[in-house]
């Protein structure tokens, strides 16, 4: 299972590389914003920044509702640096821009999905990634989880290669279930990740080791 952090904050994604288990970066404009980083130029430098750090993949959303812009937009993204993966909305125009980009051979993450149906069409464009919503799913009393467990068994029935990035992950028991149900990849928080590492016998554990090999010396 592939670890990507969600985020734009630069020191969070050097504390999650420097542990070793990073995999690549989402962003996504609210993301950006909330760095302060507004404007074309300085979101562009941003994604260049976030590429030096991290050795995966590095999605960067388009802001274009139509297929044209998207395609503008999505190949200036992608011309940024080899590790960028363009991110675009499920819509009918994204799902035709998805198609244009698998064909050009390049990565794609398609955003904001939240039904199997969407998933479907997403891995018949040629998405390289899938992204379902968990979190926000969870938010509006609809399980999340469910969404993944489904989306696994269709892409499995027909061997498709879009992998399943569990998004908008909250907590460190979405990251287990996601595991779980065999999610290719998620995306989320480091605090999540961080929430895996701990556990109360491991320090109660330690602590009677460190204490232990004192006495002995
Ligand atoms: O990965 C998608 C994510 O950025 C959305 O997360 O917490 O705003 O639902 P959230």
């Known amino acids: 299972m592939k670890f990507f952090i969600d ?3 630069l020191e969070q994604i050097r504390e999650a590389q ?4 990073l995999d690549g970066v ?3 404009p609210s993301l950006m914003a909330k760095e302060g980083i507004t404007g074309a130029n300085s979101i562009l430098k941003h994604y260049v920044e976030i590429c030096e750090i991290v050795d995966g993949d590095v999605s960067a959303e388009v802001i274009a509702v139509d297929f044209e812009g998207m395609v503008r937009e999505g190949n200036a993204l992608s011309s940024l640096h080899s590790q960028i993966v363009v991110k675009i909305p499920m819509t009918e125009e994204g799902v035709k821009a998805l198609k244009y980009f698998s064909d050009a051979g390049i990565k794609t993450n398609c955003t904001l999905v939240f039904s199997v149906g969407q998933a479907l069409l997403a891995a ?3 998405a390289t990634y899938v992204s379902p919503f968990i979190g926000r799913l969870d938010d509006v009393s609809t399980d999340g989880l469910d969404l993944i467990e489904d989306i696994r068994l269709v892409y499995d029935n027909f061997a498709f290669e879009t ?3 569990a998004a908008s992950v909250r907590n460190t028991m979405h990251i287990v279930n996601c595991a779980k149900i065999g999610a290719d990849v998620m995306t989320g928080p480091l605090s999540a990740i961080k929430g895996l590492l701990k556990h109360p016998l491991t320090d109660i554990g ?3 080791f460190l204490a232990d090999y004192k006495k002995g010396n």
């Not at 420097?18 to 288990?21: E, L, N």
């Open 18 to 21: 420097a542990m070793g288990v």
């Open 206 to 208: 330690l602590d009677k």
């Open 26 to 28: 989402t962003t996504n």
């Open 7 to 9: 985020t734009a904050n």
């Open 163 to 165: 992998e399943i990035l």
């Open 124 to 126: 018949k464009a040629g």
